[in-house]
């Protein structure tokens, strides 16, 4: 039970699944170090603003934090393996001069060197080189699927620990003979983009500088049936995610009671801003409402979308990210941010063809050319460096060139100067973020996004509203992407959020 009693308890919504599945997923989950550094870089954290004091703080011990961060940690890999149709496990680059990565060159020196010195001896010493084939043949025997009899039985008797040792006692050890072996093995079992790799190996002759390379190129082969384990546990990792994130969060609440608080700020202000009609022009409110005329109540759903929209327009340095929601905030910024270059895209396409002579903005290939002219102009915005106002600018001057041509190909009157200064003017008011023209594509993202995210897959895609047209393909892009992560967010996480608004929305 919950340590907090105003705060849902799930684990009973979660026992569809039998407890193999679960086992199975957890297993699924658990042991991919070179994952768990992926996922963690890939989540940056935000500046907490001070917390909400809702639940009581709790002492925790030691055990109890690492537990909660290795929940945490595998609840997060799973995510992102889910969410993620991209997610690929990568080798371990240490940073260029770093103390772990000297430290690491040191140490494999010293072994090799030893190696070296051993079978430089006279008779050679093998000690060393037999540890090495009986890590190589576990790793070899690891590859294999249980169907692969044949194969592991000619890994099992070639590479015999115990024979192996007779025969160096007896100096009767053909070390160059397990080597081919051992990469002829290697080669049967590696991926095809290995190929390549454990052919260079035959052409090297010395055995300490064979050693290093053949276990080079394990590692990489590691890597690879890591990724192909992904690949085989996606689809049955999309059966269970659901009830293992709700489960994992469930855990996660129960020694950390406050684990809620943002998610509950985070709906009471959307239920605010719906019920006085805040930010009305700036974000849709939707899905109706409920209750007497004199105080509308909005269903849960419509403030749930609402909270959603909310994201796309959150300030990530001054304000905490609702804990249900952390793991996809990275998402939920590069979704903001192709927003924002597609509002500035859209109110410059929009002016530069209201300008311009009706007989060339319906042209494909104008407009076309003109929209790829200031996509790349603006293809840094996510960047530090760049400055709006510059590239507008510039724009400005590439727009009216572009309008120019057209019109004189077309043998229409050309440009004014009086006309080409007022468009450069208004391309440049569009960096204003209060510039009429940029507000109203703002407001009708928006309101496209809210009814794709109302409609979900059960209706024909929505009209994109007037003035988005150019826009169209990329915005459906964006909606696409921004609809299945709040589906699926909701699919883990609406429990909760009907227990927070049962709270929020009571009629007076």
Known sequence: MSENPDKPNINEAGKSKSNGSEQDLEDAVEGSDEALQKTKSGSPSTRRVQRPHSSPPRFVTVEELLETAKGVTNMALAHEIVVNGDFRIKPVELPEDSLEKRVKEIVHKAFWDCLSVQLSEDPPTYDHAIKLVGEIKETLLSFLLPGHTRLRNQITEVLDLDLIKQEAENGALDISKLAEFIIGMMGTLCAPARDEEVKKLKDIKEIVPLFRAIFSVLDLMKVDMANFAVTSIRPHLMQQSVEYERKKFQQLLEKQPNSLDFVTQWLEEAADDLMNQKYKNALPAGGGATGSEDSPMPNPVAVQNYAYLKLLKWDHLQKPFPETVLMDQVRFQELQLQLEQLTILGAVLLVSFS??????????????KLKMIVKILLTDMHLPSFHLKDALTTIGEKVCLEVSSCLALCGLTPFTAEKEAVLKGQIQAVANPDDPIRRIMDSRILIFLESYLATGHQKPVPTVPGGLGPVQRELEEVAIKFVRLVNYN??????????????VLVPP
């Open 355 to 368: 300008m311009a002579a009706p007989g060339i903005s319906s042209q494909a290939d104008f407009a076309e």
């Open 490 to 503: 909701k699919l883990v996480f609406s429990p909760y959020y009907d227990v927070i608004l049962s709270k």
